[in-house]
């Protein structure tokens, strides 16, 4: 299938029902969520309808010759959008993710999040965390990431109605870590927003470098968003942080982290219970603010 065609999803948008029943074996991307974060909560869930929006599913060729299935959202009329990465949670893109993505083209941007575990396995298959770590997200290189971001960007480029010079990259928990990665890799991003994302850990093969590692190499400057919280994302780490970014690039100099004094981690998280609306809510606020502010409009 040619790179550039769109397969839609669901035009409609999802609705809260569907989202809940929907299955996790084979369902379409975006539909539903990863056995290992079930049951979700039906009472704090957001649903986004994509009434005015182009949504659905797209395939990406990757430069090693794949198929990268990636949620893809944005206003239904006009062109030129700034356009945002959107780097998923260790579960895949599952609804939260996509309903992200829609949240985003309200706001009038071009959103796409890829699916980017799809060379290692499949992580809606999955009932534990820690396999699914162990067998699927483990594995994945962060060179591979990068590499299959930045194709994303060219297929966005490639569909006619992204801007891609004015270019945000936003993550959540797995994904906040690659937002501070990507930032460090592409020259040509203008702003990255991280929500609570690693920034410190053990250099293995297929993760050399990790976020307080690079702020020296920050190429765009990044807004962290952390929780204080955050047991799995201990304050101190997120100190060092604060403290590379100060002796790093212009960009790093740029960027800023904000801390929720007593949020958990995954506070954006609508569908679990660690959700906090107020601090959600006002990360959002922020995370669209800062695009603006650095050229992503």
Same mark, same amino acid.
């Given at each position: 299938?040619?790179?550039?065609?769109?397969?839609?999803?669901?035009?409609?948008?999802?609705?809260?029902?569907?989202?809940?029943?929907?299955?996790?074996?084979?369902?379409?991307?975006?539909?539903?969520?990863?056995?290992?974060?079930?049951?979700?909560?039906?009472?704090?869930?957001?649903?986004?309808?994509?009434?005015?929006?182009?949504?659905?599913?797209?395939?990406?060729?990757?430069?090693?010759?794949?198929?990268?299935?990636?949620?893809?959202?944005?206003?239904?009329?006009?062109?030129?959008?700034?356009?945002?990465?959107?780097?998923?949670?260790?579960f895949?893109?599952?609804?939260?993710?996509?309903?992200m993505?829609?949240?985003?083209?309200?706001?009038?941007?071009?959103?796409?999040?890829?699916?980017?575990?799809?060379?290692?396995?499949?992580?809606?298959?999955?009932?534990?965390?820690?396999?699914?770590?162990?067998?699927?997200?483990?594995?994945?290189?962060?060179?591979?990431?990068?590499?299959?971001?930045?194709?994303?960007?060219?297929?966005a480029?490639?569909?006619?109605?992204?801007?891609?010079?004015?270019?945000?990259?936003?993550?959540?928990?797995?994904?906040g870590?690659?937002?501070?990665?990507?930032?460090?890799?592409?020259?040509?991003?203008?702003?990255?927003?991280?929500?609570?994302?690693?920034?410190?850990?053990?250099?293995?093969?297929?993760?050399?470098?990790?976020?307080?590692?690079?702020?020296?190499?920050l190429?765009?400057?990044?807004?962290?968003?952390?929780?204080? =919280?955050?047991?799995?994302?201990?304050?101190? /780490?997120?100190? &060092?942080?604060? #403290?590379?970014?100060?002796?790093?690039? +212009?960009? %790093?100099?740029?960027?800023?982290?904000?801390t929720?004094?007593?949020?958990?981690? =995954?506070?954006?998280?609508?569908?679990?219970? /660690?959700?906090? &609306?107020?601090? #959600?809510?006002?990360?959002?606020?922020r +995370?669209? %603010?800062?695009?603006?502010?650095?050229?992503?409009?």
């Amino acid at each position: 299938m040619d790179g550039d065609r769109m397969i839609s999803l669901d035009e409609r948008g999802l609705s809260r029902r569907n989202a809940l029943k929907a299955t996790a074996t084979g369902a379409a991307l975006g539909s539903t969520f990863a056995l290992s974060v079930q049951p979700v909560s039906a009472q704090t869930m957001i649903t986004t309808p994509a009434d005015g929006l182009t949504a659905g599913e797209v395939k990406v060729k990757t430069k090693d010759g794949k198929e990268l299935v990636a949620y893809r959202a944005m206003p239904a009329t006009g062109t030129g959008f700034g356009t945002i990465l959107v780097v998923q949670e260790i579960f895949g893109v599952h609804a939260h993710i996509a309903d992200m993505c829609r949240r985003f083209a309200k706001a009038g941007y071009y959103a796409i999040a890829p699916e980017l575990y799809f060379r290692q396995g499949d992580p809606k298959g999955y009932t534990e965390i820690p396999k699914l770590i162990a067998e699927v997200v483990s594995k994945v290189p962060d060179a591979q990431v990068m590499a299959d971001l930045d194709d994303c960007v060219a297929f966005a480029k490639g569909e006619g109605k992204a801007d891609t010079a004015k270019l945000g990259v936003t993550g959540f928990c797995w994904g906040g870590r690659i937002t501070w990665l990507y930032a460090a890799h592409n020259p040509g991003l203008k702003a990255g927003v991280a929500w609570y994302g690693r920034v410190v850990g053990d250099s293995t093969a297929l993760t050399p470098k990790h976020p307080v590692d690079l702020a020296k190499d920050l190429k765009a400057p990044v807004l962290g968003l952390y929780g204080g =919280a955050d047991t799995g994302i201990p304050n101190d /780490t997120v100190d &060092k942080m604060r #403290a590379a970014l100060k002796d790093g690039s +212009a960009a %790093a100099k740029k960027s800023e982290i904000h801390t929720y004094a007593d949020m958990p981690h =995954a506070f954006n998280a609508d569908y679990r219970p /660690t959700y906090r &609306k107020e601090a #959600a809510e006002d990360g959002w606020k922020r +995370a669209i %603010a800062w695009f603006k502010a650095n050229g992503v409009t």
